[in-house]
């Protein structure tokens, strides 16, 4: 954590602008605009998913074969408070 959590961090923040509240992305197009690779993006869309960094909904969808996009967007329970995040 002390040598990555900086580098992590900065990518998460990226792939959640992108990604929140907007439109569909591959991970590829995600990729091409953060500077990470595709793994990367995938592994922060994860994270996003969890509690301890927001506990997002990522929502995905099949495009054609092996290709989805994702979307993110702010959990229920934030949204039914009024709080935004």
């Known amino acids: 954590?002390?040598?990555?959590?900086?580098?992590?961090?900065?990518?998460?923040?990226?792939?959640k602008a992108l990604t929140l509240g907007s439109d569909w992305w591959t991970l590829r197009e995600l990729a091409d605009r953060t500077g990470a690779s595709e793994a990367s993006v995938s592994a922060r869309l994860r994270d996003l998913r969890k509690q301890r960094f927001g506990g997002y909904t990522v929502e995905r969808r099949r495009v054609s074969g092996g290709l989805w996009q994702y979307k993110v967007s702010q959990p229920v329970d934030n949204i039914m408070k009024g709080d935004v995040l």
Do not use: Y
């Open 1 to 15: 954590p002390e040598l990555d959590f900086n580098r992590l961090s900065t990518q998460l923040e990226r792939v």
